[in-house]
């Protein structure tokens, strides 16, 4: 009698979702569940010779993660922290001064389209500067975002509001109040901060 012995890996998927994926790099969905390897013995699995293993499986490149990797966020999550940081920046700038200049408006609604709210007007900023939106939202999208973000990455958010600050004029004691939390927000010492204001007051045409 011929009796084939192998092993087979049989797998409970617990949840599925999108995921950023590390090894083909982007937005992919995944399952995440336990796997369990059995002794298969002629095409029957009889005994477990391992212990549950619980894994992210890529939909795309079929790699394995540690559950770890679903803490990172996603491009489209990235996305769109950046533009909820963004349009808090330009509008923060906005109630620190220059609220009803038509130049800083401008530059805060130029800024937020830059960032791909590619539908973003004059009408929307006053309704959030009306919501005020630029406090409670912003500084939590600030939190989750600082922790992904280069260094470089972190300046050019601050020189986005800097020059919405900037866009009627010097910089006022209130602006420069919001422009320096801001920074510190994103983890930028108080040197790097005034490096970036600095560079975006020199850019200016005053
Ligand atoms: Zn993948």
Redesign the pocket.
Known sequence: MVVIVGVRTVRTVLEDGEFF?P??GGD?RYQYGVGRRFLLVCGIAVLPVSRPASSVE?A??R?GFDPGVLTVPTGRRLTALLRDVTRALAVGALVAGGESSPAARAAAVAAVRDVGVTAYTDELLGADLYAHAGEDDGVEALDALAAHLAPGGRARLVAVAARVALADGPYRTLELDMLLGAGARLGLTRAEIDRVLDEAAGHMPL
């Open positions: 994926c090894e083909c992919r890529c795309v490149c790699f």
